[in-house]
T-cell receptor, first 112, second 112 residues
Framework: DADVTQTPRNRITKTGKRIMLECSQT?????MYWYRQDPGLGLRLIYY???????NKGEISDGYSVSRQAQAKFSLSLESAIPNQTALYFC???????????FGPGTRLTVT | GENVEQHPSTLSVQEGDSAVIKCTYS??????FPWYKQELGKRPQLIID?????GEKKDQRIAVTLNKTAKHFSLHITETQPEDSAVYFC???????????FGSGTRLQVQP
C-alpha cells in the first residue's frame, strides 16, 4: 500500500546515536501511530497522534519521542539508541472515526 | 488500559481443515475488534472486524464471533489453504487511549 511510506526501510546504528524514522501518508487521515514489533510480543503502541496538536503516549513510550510536522507526516526519534530498541517499527494511519488502520511497510532497526 | 491475550501462539492445520484463534480482552467498554493478517516480510492488513453491536460477522471463509459477556472473540477460518499461512493478530479498542491494543499473534501454518 504505497499510501503509507516509511524511511529508511533498514537501518543499523550504534548505541548512543540519535536516529529518526519518518512516516508519510497520502490517505488524508488525521490519525497516525507508531508501533514496534518484536517476536512473540505482537504490535506494541509507542506514540499516536489524532491531529497535529494532539500527541499521546502509548504503552512503551520511554526512550522515544515523536513529531507531527503536518497532517501527512509523523516522525519517531530515538534520542540515544540502545540495543533493546532493535525491532521492526511500523507506522499506521486511520480515519477520524478510528476503524481500519493502514500500515506502512516497516523499518527494520538494528542497534549494535 | 486494555489487555488482550491471544491463543494459541502457533497453530498447524492440514489444508482444508478449519482453524480457530481466540482472544480475550479486559476493557468492558471496548466496542471494536479487528483482526489483522501479516504475511512473511509484509505489513499487517485488516481481514475482518466486528463491532460490539453484533455477535458474528462472516466474509467468505473467515468469520469472527464476539461474546461481550465473557469478553472474548474468535477468528474462524474454514477450508484453509496454503495461502492462509501467516501471523494473525487480534486487537481491541482501548477506550481510555482511544487506540488499539494488539494481541501477541498466532502463527498459522497450513500444511498442503
Amino acid at each position: 500500500d504505497a499510501d503509507v511510506t516509511q524511511t529508511p526501510r533498514n537501518r543499523i546504528t550504534k548505541t548512543g546515536k540519535r536516529i529518526m524514522l519518518e512516516c508519510s501518508q497520502t490517505k488524508g487521515h488525521d490519525r497516525m501511530y507508531w508501533y514496534r514489533q518484536d517476536p512473540g510480543l505482537g504490535l506494541r503502541l509507542i506514540y499516536y497522534s489524532f491531529d497535529v496538536k494532539d500527541i499521546n503516549k502509548g504503552e512503551i513510550s520511554d526512550g522515544y519521542s515523536v513529531s507531527r510536522q503536518a497532517q501527512a507526516k509523523f516522525s519517531l526519534s530515538l534520542e540515544s539508541a540502545i540495543p533493546n530498541q532493535t525491532a521492526l517499527y511500523f507506522c499506521a494511519t486511520s480515519g477520524t472515526n478510528g476503524g481500519e488502520q493502514y500500515f506502512g511497510p516497516g523499518t527494520r532497526l538494528t542497534v549494535t | 488500559g486494555e489487555n488482550v491475550e491471544q491463543h494459541p501462539s502457533t497453530l498447524s492445520v492440514q489444508e482444508g481443515d478449519s482453524a480457530v484463534i481466540k482472544c480475550t480482552y479486559s476493557d468492558s467498554a471496548s466496542n471494536y475488534f479487528p483482526w489483522y493478517k501479516q504475511e512473511l516480510g509484509k505489513r499487517p492488513q485488516l481481514i475482518i472486524d466486528i463491532r460490539s453491536n453484533v455477535g458474528e460477522k462472516k466474509d467468505q471463509r473467515i468469520a469472527v464471533t464476539l461474546n461481550k459477556t465473557a469478553k472474548h472473540f474468535s477468528l474462524h477460518i474454514t477450508e484453509t489453504q496454503p495461502e492462509d499461512s501467516a501471523v494473525y493478530f487480534c486487537a481491541a479498542l482501548d477506550t481510555g487511549r482511544r487506540a488499539l491494543t494488539f494481541g501477541s499473534g498466532t502463527r498459522l501454518q497450513v500444511q498442503p
